[in-house]
T-cell receptor, first 112, second 112 residues
Framework: DTAVSQTPKYLVTQMGNDKSIKCEQN?????MYWYKQDSKKFLKIMFS???????INETVPNRFSPKSPDKAHLNLHINSLELGDSAVYFC???????????FGPGTRLTVT | KQEVTQIPAALSVPEGENLVLNCSFT??????LQWFRQDPGKGLTSLLL?????REQTSGRLNASLDKSSGRSTLYIAASQPGDSATYLC???????????FGKGTTLSVSS
């Protein structure tokens, strides 16, 4: 059973479009995260959600909006995509904040 | 602001060698520290989690130590194998425990 899953695995789109990436965890965890890995392979936190409440937002443009319909899902919606948004986006979850984090397989976003 | 440095950036060793990967971080006020491996084009696999109150953690051929006061962690890999070839990432939490802060990783290549 996949613990943290993401869809789609690959996403190719044009500048200016709006897209969403979905994340689901079946671990019963309370906290979920989105990380971005840039072209230099550097991983950086974007958001985390705890019981549907946003608890951090690390200088991410407001074109990015996390949406959590329930505790098991944290989707990432991106408006007006730009070339610089091309990256691999990873979803993660943990039982509560500051506990061990488990990562999804990643979504490779390419903006042309 | 937490900053993480991993040395060396890359390492090539013959099979069977014992090796040490180093990680240093600037803010000692962490909740825990995780070591991950990332295979090319893949997600992150959690290897070890060390709580801030612990000095070391072991899993199979892997041993991770933590010296929180000096801002250092090491990952020791015993009897390396070609299957260990991957990028190893060190990630302490931020001060609030709400996110992992990643280093740029050590890329390990083990030759048979």
């Amino acid at each position: 059973d996949t613990a943290v899953s993401q869809t789609p695995k690959y996403l190719v789109t044009q500048m200016g479009n709006d897209k969403s990436i979905k994340c689901e965890q079946n671990l019963g965890h309370d906290t979920m995260y989105w990380y971005k890995q840039d072209s230099k392979k550097f991983l950086k936190i974007m958001f985390s959600y705890n019981n549907k409440e946003l608890i951090i937002n690390e200088t991410v443009p407001n074109r990015f909006s996390p949406k959590s319909p329930d505790k098991a899902h944290l989707n990432l919606h991106i408006n007006s995509l730009e070339l610089g948004d091309s990256a691999v986006y990873f979803c993660a979850s943990s039982q509560v904040a500051a506990y061990e984090q488990y990562f999804g397989p990643g979504t490779r976003l390419t903006v042309t | 602001k937490q900053e993480v440095t991993q040395i060396p950036a890359a390492l090539s060793v013959p099979e069977g060698e014992n090796l040490v990967l180093n990680c240093s971080f600037t803010d000692s006020a962490i909740y825990n520290l995780q070591w991950f491996r990332q295979d090319p084009g893949k997600g992150l696999t959690s290897l070890l989690l060390i709580q801030s109150s612990q000095r070391e953690q072991t899993s199979g051929r892997l041993n991770a130590s933590l010296d929180k006061s000096s801002g250092r962690s090491t990952l020791y890999i015993a009897a390396s194998q070609p299957g260990d070839s991957a990028t190893y990432l060190c990630a302490p939490t931020n001060q609030a425990g709400t996110a992992l802060i990643f280093g740029k990783g050590t890329t390990l290549s083990v030759s048979s």
